[in-house]
């Protein structure tokens, strides 16, 4: 029996295996069905592997065996890379990203692949300022350096670097496991999860690395090493400005002194890391640029777009910018809920919080790529939710709207992907959390409901 069930093991690898290859070396982002069906086979037969459990180290080996797939991958399915490049190298030149536009500089700069970076990255990059934090634009730099006129030099001095970051992940993640009383296996869930590999060292999206300073900075903060826990912060925000929501749930975890010390260290390694960029007319464009994904900026999101259809039909418009304006205050009185009238006195409570609160920003959000997911996919995994991982599937769905006749959002697939979503949800509110049986047979056991609990 043990034999057979290893040979299984080895054949859904193997598929597993196939499937990431023909990700990596044949599809592009126009060709939907076939795409959306490969991504969606990898999943299920993930499913069915982890499901009947593997070692750490097989996880391990065939997680770094497909990531090494995509290490001469240029991407297929995210411009987003040519951004960064550009970046790097008008950094080199001297030129603060976030002060011009490319649409500002092109006809006045040289430099490789210049004219190809700017057409690459599309029109709505073109036409606004960086977005990307100082620890993001540092990196880019690396690669306007690299930058010869071969893309897939720069390209691969970044995936290198948020490779090394994603083994940094999957140990910090089993020893963050380990603390909370999990299975460390359960790690497979995050390390083999397609939408980890294919945004992370696929498509160069730099969540997975922001999660690596995070998990870092909570390792710390569970010893009660504040000031270490607020290095390794400000650098997770220094990548990407997400951690800046889950920073106040750590008020009653830490005690007033040790979040006080926290906080001034976040403050402190913050100001050494942006202080490069920081003048006046670049904070003016950077809340500019921020603001731009309150009220400009529309995909894929799911009440939103109920609340924007109810707003064509009451008042005949978009409500985005109306509804852009108190997104913020919404925001804020979310991060209040969850962190002040919560409990977060234990490190279970802390991690499920989080995820309430980033999955209902989420929820909310005018905009909603699939690498935004990536971080509660970890989040749903330590905190024993399933629609996290659920979420990572059906979220790669909004790929449909880059059809071959354009781009159109399609409501065939992002109803059913959201409806999936909210349905797992719902079921794991008001019955109880499925995380514990996604190794095991009797996956819809009930357990106890978590709506009353901290």
Same mark, same amino acid.
């Given at each position: 029996?043990?034999?057979?069930?290893?040979?299984?093991?080895?054949?859904?690898?193997?598929?597993?295996?196939?499937?990431?290859?023909?990700?990596?070396?044949?599809?592009?982002?126009?060709?939907?069905?076939? !795409?959306?069906?490969?991504?969606? /086979?990898?999943?299920?037969?993930?499913?069915?592997?982890?499901?009947?459990?593997?070692?750490?180290? /097989?996880?391990?080996?065939?997680?770094?065996?497909?990531?090494?797939?995509?290490?001469?991958?240029?991407?297929?399915?995210?411009?987003?890379?040519?951004?960064?490049?550009?970046?790097?190298?008008?950094?080199?030149?001297?030129?603060?990203?976030?002060?011009?536009?490319?649409?500002?500089?092109?006809?006045?700069?040289?430099?490789?692949?210049?004219?190809?970076?700017?057409?690459?990255? @599309?029109?709505?990059?073109?036409?606004?300022?960086?977005?990307?934090? =100082?620890?993001?634009?540092?990196?880019?730099?690396?690669?306007?350096?690299?930058?010869?006129?071969?893309?897939?030099? =720069?390209?691969?001095?970044?995936?290198?670097?948020?490779?090394?970051?994603?083994?940094?992940?999957?140990?910090?993640?089993?020893?963050?496991?380990?603390?909370?009383?999990?299975?460390?296996?359960?790690?497979?869930?995050?390390?083999?999860?397609?939408?980890?590999?294919?945004?992370?060292?696929?498509?160069?999206?730099?969540?997975?690395?922001?999660?690596?300073?995070?998990?870092?900075?909570?390792?710390?903060?569970? /010893?009660?090493?504040?000031?270490?826990?607020?290095?390794?912060?400000?650098?997770?925000?220094?990548?990407?400005?997400?951690?800046?929501?889950?920073?106040?749930?750590?008020?009653?975890?830490?005690?007033?002194?040790?979040?006080?010390?926290?906080?001034?260290?976040?403050?402190?390694?913050?100001?050494?890391?942006?202080?490069?960029?920081?003048?006046?007319?670049?904070?003016?464009?950077?809340?500019?640029?921020?603001?731009?994904?309150?009220?400009?900026?529309?995909?894929? @999101?799911?009440?939103?777009?109920?609340?924007?259809?109810?707003?064509?039909?009451?008042? @005949?418009?978009?409500?985005?910018?109306?509804?852009?304006?108190?997104?913020?205050?919404?925001?804020?009185?979310?991060?209040?809920?969850? /962190?002040?009238?919560?409990?977060?006195?234990?490190?279970?409570?802390?991690?499920?919080?989080?995820?309430?609160?980033?999955?209902?920003?989420?929820?909310?959000?005018?905009?909603?790529?699939?690498?935004?997911?990536?971080?509660?996919?970890?989040?749903?995994?330590?905190?024993?939710?399933?629609?996290?991982?659920?979420?990572?599937?059906?979220?790669?769905?909004?790929?449909?709207?880059? @059809?071959?006749?354009?781009?159109?959002?399609?409501?065939?697939?992002?109803?059913?992907?959201?409806?999936?979503?909210?349905?797992?949800?719902?079921?794991?509110?008001?019955?109880?959390?499925?995380?514990?049986? !996604?190794?095991?047979?009797?996956?819809?056991?009930?357990?106890?409901?978590?709506?009353?609990?901290?």
């Amino acid at each position: 029996m043990e034999k057979k069930n290893k040979l299984i093991q080895v054949v859904l690898s193997l598929f597993i295996f196939i499937g990431f290859f023909i990700i990596a070396n044949h599809l592009k982002r126009t060709e939907t069905i076939p !795409l959306l069906l490969t991504y969606s /086979s990898i999943f299920i037969l993930l499913f069915i592997g982890l499901k009947n459990s593997s070692s750490l180290i /097989s996880i391990f080996i065939l997680g770094i065996l497909i990531r090494g797939l995509f290490l001469f991958y240029i991407p297929e399915l995210s411009q987003d890379f040519y951004r960064f490049i550009w970046d790097g190298n008008i950094q080199l030149l001297g030129i603060n990203p976030y002060l011009y536009t490319p649409d500002h500089l092109i006809k006045i700069l040289g430099f490789p692949n210049a004219e190809i970076l700017y057409e690459g990255m @599309g029109s709505l990059s073109t036409a606004n300022f960086s977005n990307y934090p =100082p620890v993001s634009q540092y990196l880019y730099k690396i690669m306007g350096y690299l930058n010869r006129g071969d893309l897939i030099v =720069p390209v691969l001095s970044l995936r290198i670097i948020y490779f090394i970051g994603e083994i940094f992940v999957f140990f910090l993640g089993i020893k963050l496991l380990k603390k909370v009383n999990l299975n460390p296996e359960y790690m497979g869930w995050y390390f083999l999860n397609p939408l980890v590999i294919i945004e992370g060292v696929g498509n160069l999206h730099g969540e997975a690395f922001m999660l690596c300073f995070t998990l870092a900075a909570i390792l710390f903060l569970a /010893s009660k090493k504040s000031v270490l826990g607020g290095v390794f912060m400000s650098l997770a925000i220094g990548v990407k400005l997400l951690p800046l929501l889950i920073i106040p749930i750590f008020f009653r975890y830490l005690g007033i002194r040790k979040f006080l010390s926290f906080s001034f260290s976040i403050l402190f390694f913050s100001l050494l890391i942006w202080g490069v960029f920081l003048e006046t007319e670049m904070i003016l464009n950077y809340k500019n640029t921020i603001q731009l994904w309150f009220n400009r900026f529309e995909f894929n @999101g799911s009440i939103y777009n109920i609340i924007r259809a109810i707003g064509y039909e009451v008042g @005949g418009y978009n409500i985005i910018r109306k509804l852009g304006k108190i997104t913020p205050f919404i925001t804020i009185g979310l991060v209040i809920i969850f /962190s002040f009238l919560r409990s977060n006195r234990d490190l279970k409570s802390v991690f499920k919080n989080m995820l309430f609160l980033l999955s209902c920003y989420f929820f909310l959000a005018t905009t909603v790529h699939p690498w935004y997911i990536i971080n509660l996919v970890f989040l749903g995994i330590i905190s024993g939710y399933t629609y996290p991982i659920l979420w990572s599937l059906t979220v790669f769905w909004s790929y449909s709207a880059y @059809g071959p006749e354009g781009f159109q959002e399609q409501v065939s697939w992002s109803l059913p992907a959201y409806l999936f979503v909210y349905v797992c949800l719902i079921w794991e509110l008001m019955v109880g959390p499925l995380g514990k049986h !996604l190794h095991k047979s009797d996956f819809f056991s009930i357990e106890s409901s978590p709506v009353s609990s901290r």
